[in-house]
């Protein structure tokens, strides 16, 4: 069976996708965030140093770079920083 939907109906499931997309997005972004803030990591560059959480760039200004992140491959982030 087909349907054929009004322009209105058809805007109204576009908006309703993107608002729900932004919705997850805002979602996913708020764990990374707790993931980075909390979860301890070890330092390739100071072995000897105890794991400490890495911290996000978003919440911890004085953080500058995402290099070690827990969640830097899920994080949905557009403006992450890497050192060189």
């Known amino acids: 069976m087909q349907r054929i939907l009004t322009e209105e109906e058809y805007e ?3 908006n309703q996708g993107q608002a729900e ?3 997850l997005k805002k ?10 803030n909390h979860m301890p990591v070890s330092r ?3 072995p000897e140093s105890a ?5 996000c760039i978003l919440t911890n200004h004085q953080m500058e770079y995402c290099d070690h ?4 491959d899920s994080c949905p982030n557009d403006h992450k920083e ?3």
């Open 44 to 46: 390739s560059y100071s």
């Open 51 to 55: 794991p400490s959480p890495w911290g």
């Open 69 to 72: 992140c827990p969640a830097k």
């Open 21 to 23: 997309r932004i919705r």
């Open 27 to 36: 979602v996913l972004q708020d764990l990374c965030i707790q993931v980075a």
């Open 82 to 84: 890497w050192s060189k």
């Open 12 to 14: 109204a499931l576009i």
